[in-house]
C-alpha cells in the first residue's frame, strides 16, 4: 500500500504492476520495446493510484533538462564532502547543473533519493557511494550513472586506486627499515575501509610481513586515540585508514608517552589539510578528489551527447612524505 502521507511512488507504481521501477520509467517515457500487457498493467497502476509525475519529470520526453543528479551520503566525512564538491564544480564548468541530494545508508533512504532525482528529470546520475547498501540499490538504473568512492563493485565507477596507495606507505615504512606494521581499519561495511584493509593485509603477505592484528575504527580521530592504547607491542608503525584517525593515534601515543616517530611512526590516508600542521606533521596517500569528479563528469557528459566516453582508469594516489614516519629505533 502507498504510504497516505505522501503521495504514491514510482515504487508503489512498480509494486501494485508487479513490474520493476525501470519499467515503470521506461512506460513513463514512452520507450520503444515494452510489451503491450505490460504497459497496459503500469499504465492501470498508475490510473489506481493516482500517481503523478512531476513537471520536470513530464518534460524529461520531449527536452533535455541539461541537469545532473548527486546522490551523497548524510555525513560529514572528509572524504564524501570533498568529493561532493568537486562533482558539483564539474558539472557546472560542463555546462550542467547539480541537483544534489544527500541520504542515509539505508535503501528505503537510498530509493527515495533516487526516486526524488529521477522526479526532478536529471539526464544522468553521479552516486558518492561509501556504503555497500548504497551501491546495492543503484544496480539496474535506467539511465547513466556511475559511482564514487568505493570502487563500485563492478559498477561503472570511478576511484582513487586504494592498494596503489596502501603498497606505497607500507613500501615507505619498508624502505625506513619496519617489517612489523600495523593496520588501524575503518568500519566494517564501508566499501573504501574493506579495500584498504584488504590492500594492507594482500600488501603484507607479499612483502613477507608479519600480520599483526587488524585493529578497527570508526574513522574519527577519537576512535584513534582510544585505539593508541591497543597496539600490538611489537608494533613501529602503523598504517592508519584515514589521516583522522591516524592523528588521534599519534595524540593517545603521546599522552602515554610514546614518541612519534622516534618509538612508533604513523600514516595516514586522504591528506587533509589538518595533517601538514599536525605535531609532527603526517606522512599521508593523497587523494586527487578534483581529478575524480572531473573524470566522472567528462564520462558521464560524453556519453549524454553521445560521444566516446573517456577510458575508466582508476586515479593514481601519491604518496606525502612528512616528519610522522623515521627509521625505527635499533
Known amino acids: 500500500m502507498a504510504d497516505q502521507r505522501r503521495g504514491p511512488s514510482i515504487y508503489d507504481v512498480a509494486q501494485r504492476a ?31 493510484l493516482g500517481y503523478r509525475r512531476s513537471v520536470a519529470a513530464r518534460t524529461l520526453a520531449t527536452s533535455r533538462t541539461r541537469s545532473i543528479g548527486v546522490l551523497t551520503p548524510a555525513t560529514a566525512g ?6 561532493l564538491l568537486a562533482v558539483e564544480h564539474a558539472v557546472r564548468a560542463a555546462g550542467y547543473r547539480p541537483l544534489v541530494t544527500s541520504v542515509v545508508p539505508e535503501p528505503d533512504a537510498v530509493r527515495a533519493g533516487v526516486e526524488f532525482l529521477l522526479d526532478h528529470a536529471v539526464e544522468a546520475l553521479v552516486a558518492i557511494t561509501p556504503y555497500r547498501v548504497m551501491v546495492a540499490e543503484l544496480e539496474g538504473l535506467e539511465l547513466p550513472f556511475l559511482t564514487l568512492q568505493g570502487g563500485g563493485e563492478g559498477l561503472d565507477a570511478v576511484s582513487v586506486d586504494q592498494s596503489a596507495a596502501i603498497d606505497a606507505l ?14 588501524i581499519a575503518g568500519p566494517a561495511g564501508y566499501i573504501e575501509a574493506d579495500l584498504r584493509r584488504d590492500a594492507f593485509e594482500r600488501s603484507a603477505r607479499e612483502r613477507g610481513l608479519p600480520l599483526l592484528p587488524v585493529l578497527a575504527g570508526d574513522w574519527t580521530a577519537d576512535a ?41 611512526s604513523v600514516t595516514g590516508f586522504d591528506d587533509i589539510p589538518e595533517a601538514a600542521h599536525s605535531l609532527p ?24 551527447d553521445g560521444a566516446s566516453a573517456p577510458p575508466l582508469e582508476a586515479v593514481a594516489p601519491r604518496l606525502v612524505v612528512r616528519r610522522s614516519t623515521a627509521a625505527p629505533r635499533a
Open 18 to 48: 508487479q513490474v520493476s521501477h525501470q519499467t515503470v520509467s521506461r512506460v513513463l517515457n514512452d520507450y520503444a520495446g515494452i510489451r503491450p500487457a505490460t504497459r497496459e498493467r503500469v499504465l492501470e497502476a498508475i490510473r489506481e
Open 78 to 83: 572528509f572524504g564524501p564532502v570533498s568529493t
Open 170 to 183: 607500507v613500501d615507505h615504512l619498508r624502505a625506513l627499515g619496519h617489517t612489523a606494521i600495523q593496520h
Open 224 to 264: 584513534g586515540y582510544a585505539l593508541a592504547a591497543s597496539l600490538d607491542p611489537r608494533a613501529t608503525a602503523v598504517v592508519a585508514g584515514n589521516d583522522q584517525m591516524a592523528l588521534g593515534v599519534v595524540h593517545g601515543l603521546a599522552d602515554r608517552g610514546v614518541r612519534v616517530p622516534e618509538d612508533v
Open 281 to 304: 606533521p603526517l606522512t599521508t596517500a593523497h587523494q586527487d578528489f578534483a581529478e575524480i569528479g572531473r573524470r566522472a563528469v567528462a564520462r558521464l557528459v560524453a556519453r549524454l
